[in-house]
């Protein structure tokens, strides 16, 4: 049995605007929603607060989460619902982390909704079953009229860049009547952050649909889903999958539907009655009640219930099937509900246990072998996105919007906690390290729930995800539980940020123990790791070594030298900037900032939105007397040499190597949201600017870069006067045509040798659309360029086959 209960359900609302046909709560067994109130009054709201947080104190929680659930709670109105969450803020957030949700069928989610629940902090998760086909089967209006438009209408608002946050995940109940594949990519379209399958409710007594096939099922339509998930990279976090996985190890699964570890979760009904889990409304009349209400019984006097522990005891009440079978760990018996027969109680296996058998053997079997096999050396999660309106043909023409920028960071920031949730899903070792992996996972789930706006701070730093990236990558096992208790850190960054007391034990880098997006503390001794404590957000011990930032108006950004992930792959940083150095790196970035606002303000502007750190390298890249590298998996980051390699003398062009690099950033994040290429195409292409061939990202790469570049030479070439002083006009002028010239011969080689899906097709033609106006307006001093040249000299090379192109 648990020691406490951390996890509530307020049915708000007894009604709902919906007639599900697959609804427990309305359509199957237990039909007490009859003779229970329509809303949940104001006492009982308090009341349920009260004992909640009543509760809290008696065990010192740290962190309770409600989810206002119903019926349809967003019926309630904006009005109540901010009452409501109102009450639950000052009553129990006062004292503990509160984590809010609304569970909803998003039909009538609209903008003033999402404003209040960006205004108190609420999570929103949508019930969706795929596409339109598959939606409609079940989740229909009781006229018959279709759900589906209604509820895409409250995803897109949640897919909005100020809504983002909000956006919790997606729910769908199967059906194996519909296509698993066409399912999962209709869900993936709309760019949840997580995602989990139900099993339709169902009992011994009224068995699911098809129940008694060969092979099962469920576990067939699940298992489809589950590989292409996989062949995917896993780009969203799937509870189900991640749940069985994490039970076979023997780690709480999170979820009641799989493992033993116990759920801690209890129900309060419209009239203040405290039930036991909503599921059981599928076995019999009364099954979930407790005869107990807030008004009437603490959570302590709860937890005596005999339903409730029977719940909650790891292997009691399995059957004799259960406790004989070899994955009784990972399946944990089913969910309770599914149990259930009239002869025999539920002194029986699940009704999905031919399912269940399949299922946690060969999900957990399967994730493991495909971890050990690493990730491909091209391989990219997939984020499916979508952009403002116009947003993404703004990118294609070259420069983007700054809304656009934010999107994407939005994006990225889903990703990010995705790459997290996989490195924290790895056990942690009994080493100080791992110590300090599994506090720092505690801590930053605790302070996204208290203080989701520091956290999203903290992990849109570029190199938390370059670190939660890392922590995917094959590396020796005492650097890799080194990497993976770097989590501390960032959760102490989010205390930092948030100015709360904490203390808890963080690795130790070289003598410093590093909070990403701050800086590091200094730290006496050689132990693998220190405990870092901080009263008010701040150290108790000695000041930080903090990261300077450039706060000039063109270019507001963080010169990140300290972070111990800010290294790219082959380019090493540079270390600590001495006090001159410093001086050198502010100006020369002051004035690359204010050149670009000046000449190409559409390109200042996205740099301005997405650009938060620039780590300086030791050297780079040198093209044309330009360096530039873009930083590896760190959106918002780029690394940046002021010298050249060859003549080790300072490179007076950091404007180029910004623009350079941030094309990168955005062209990365691009090519994650939408497949360009098709995903088998692993054909090079040769071109005059580069001494090998490349792949046809690495050319859109440089494509991308050498547009932006002719943006650059042009605008400098036209803000120059006429030729008084012949060689640095004259230099611009070669400049503006050899970046032009490449872009040229690229776009050329890319739209007729290289197979594209149509997002590159599209995206390929807006940069040939740039590149011609480019060349139509020409520059003074500089002859014009014959539009939509034949790309001559570039070659296609196809394993050992070369083909001249056209």
Known sequence: ?????????????????????????????????????????????AQAAARIAEHGRIHRLSVVRVSLHGGEPLLLGTKRLREIATTLRDVVGGEFGLGLQVQTNGVLLNERFCELFAELGIQVGVSLDGDRTANDRHRRYGSGRSSHAGVLRGLELLRRPEFRHLYGGILCTVDVANDPIA???????????????????????????????????????????????????????????????????GEASGSEVVGLRPVALAVVDTDGSWEQADSLKTAYAGAPATGMSVFTHSLDGLMTHPGIAARNEHHAELSATCMACPVVRTCGGGLYAHRYSSASGFDNPSVYCADLLVLATEVPAAQAGHAAAGPRPDARQRVTAHLPDGAFD?????????????????????????????????????????????????LLIEMENRYPAETREVLRHPFVQAWADQCRRPVGAGEAERDRAHIAGVAAAVAWHAGVDVSLPVPVRAGLAHLPGVGALRVQGAGPTTVVSLAGGR????????????????????????????????????????????????????????????????????????????????????????????????????????????????????????????????????????????????????????????????????????????????????????????????????????????????????????????????????????????????????????????????????????????
């Open 394 to 442: 703004a990118f294609a023409a070259g420069a983007g919007t700054a809304a656009g920028v934010q999107a994407l960071q939005d994006m990225q920031l889903t990703l990010t906690k995705t790459l997290i949730a996989g490195a924290a899903a790895r056990p942690p070792g009994r080493s100080p390290l791992g110590a300090a992996a599994s506090e720092g996972w505690e």
């Open 183 to 249: 399912v999962y990519e209709a869900l993936l379209a709309q760019s949840p952050p997580r995602m989990d399958f139900l099993f339709p409710h169902a009992t011994w007594e009224n068995p699911p649909p098809r129940h008694g096939q060969s092979p099962p099922p469920y576990a067939a339509w699940l298992g489809r889903i589950h590989s292409r998930w996989l062949a995917d990279g896993a780009p969203v976090p799937i509870r189900l999958f991640d749940a069985l996985r994490a039970a076979s190890r």
């Open 539 to 806: 150290p108790a011990g000695g000041g930080p070594v903090v990261i300077r930032r450039l706060t000039a108006a063109p270019l507001p950004v963080a010169v990140e030298d300290l972070d111990p992930y800010r290294a790219d792959e082959d380019r090493p940083p540079l270390g600590r900037l001495s006090a001159p150095e410093w001086d050198t790196w502010r100006t020369a970035l002051a004035d690359a900032g204010n050149e670009l606002s000046r000449l190409v303000p559409a390109y200042a502007a996205t740099l301005r939105a997405g650009l938060r750190a620039v780590v300086p390298l030791r050297d780079a890249v040198t093209e044309q007397g330009v360096g530039f590298r873009a930083a590896r998996r760190a959106f918002g980051g780029v690394g940046l040499c002021l010298r050249r390699v060859s003549e080790g003398q300072a490179v007076v062009d950091p404007a180029a190597a910004l623009l350079c690099g941030f094309q990168h950033t955005k062209l990365a994040a691009l090519l994650d949201a939408y497949a360009f290429f098709p995903a088998e195409d692993t054909a090079l292409v040769s071109v005059p600017w580069w001494r090998k061939p490349l792949s046809a990202r690495q050319v859109l790469h440089g494509l991308y870069a050498h547009v932006a570049l002719a943006e650059l030479w042009g605008a400098r070439c036209a803000e120059m006067p006429r030729p008084a002083a012949p060689e640095p006009h004259g230099e611009a002028a070669a400049a503006f045509r050899r970046y032009l010239d490449r872009a040229d011969m690229t776009v050329d080689a890319l739209a007729a040798q290289v197979a594209m899906e149509p997002a590159g097709a599209r995206f390929t033609a807006g940069l040939r659309a740039t590149v011609d106006r480019l060349a139509a307006e020409g520059r003074p001093g500089v002859r014009r360029v014959p539009a939509g040249r034949p790309g001559t000299g570039v070659t296609r090379t196809r394993s050992r086959t070369r083909r001249e192109g056209p």
């Open 1 to 45: 049995m648990p020691r406490a209960i951390d996890q509530f359900v307020l049915k708000v609302h007894g009604g709902c605007n919906l007639a599900c046909d697959h609804c427990y709560v309305y359509e199957h067994a237990d039909q007490s929603w009859r003779d229970k109130p329509r809303t949940m009054s104001p006492e009982v709201v």
